[in-house]
C-alpha cells in the first residue's frame, strides 16, 4: 500500500513562496501520476496540479497557471510543488495523490491513494 507524506506548509505573506513535498513510501514511486488538490474550509476540493508518469507532463489549474511548478524526483521518491507569488486566495489544506496510470486523472475519485494534507495559510 503506497503511503504519502505532504511536508513544506506554513504561514507566508502574501507574494511570498513556499515549496510543498510529497513523499512516497515505495521505490515504484515512478509508476504513478501524482497530483495535487487544496480544499479551503466551506469550499470544495480543487485539482491544482498533476504530472503524468508516462512524460512528465504538468497540469496546472487556472487559478494558479504561471505561480506553481510541479516536479518529480523519482529517485528521490518525492514529487515537489513549488508555490509563488502567493496569494491570500491560495491558503488551504494541501494534499497530494498518487493514481496508478500512465496519465493525469480527469476527477478526483480516479485517484488511488492520498496524503494527509499540509496547511498552508497567506496572510498579512
Known amino acids: 500500500q503506497l503511503q504519502l507524506v505532504e511536508s513544506g506548509g506554513g504561514l507566508v505573506q502574501p507574494g511570498g513562496s513556499l515549496r510543498l513535498s510529497c513523499a512516497a513510501s515505495e521505490f515504484t514511486f515512478n509508476y504513478y501520476s501524482i497530483g495535487w488538490f487544496r480544499q479551503a474550509p466551506g469550499k470544495e476540493r480543487e485539482g491544482v496540479s498533476c504530472?503524468?508518469?508516462?512524460?512528465?507532463?504538468?497540469y496546472y489549474a487556472d487559478s494558479v497557471k504561471g505561480r506553481f511548478t510541479i516536479s518529480r524526483d523519482n529517485a528521490k521518491n518525492t514529487v515537489y510543488l513549488q508555490m509563488n507569488s502567493l496569494k491570500p486566495e491560495d491558503t488551504a489544506v494541501y494534499h497530494c495523490?498518487?493514481?496508478?496510470?500512465?496519465?493525469?486523472?480527469?476527477?478526483?475519485?480516479?485517484?488511488?491513494?492520498w496524503g494527509q494534507g499540509t496547511q498552508v495559510t497567506v496572510s498579512s
Open positions: 504530472i503524468r508518469s508516462s512524460d512528465d507532463t504538468t
Open positions: 495523490a498518487a493514481a496508478v496510470q500512465a496519465m493525469c486523472p480527469t476527477y478526483s475519485y480516479e485517484y488511488d491513494y
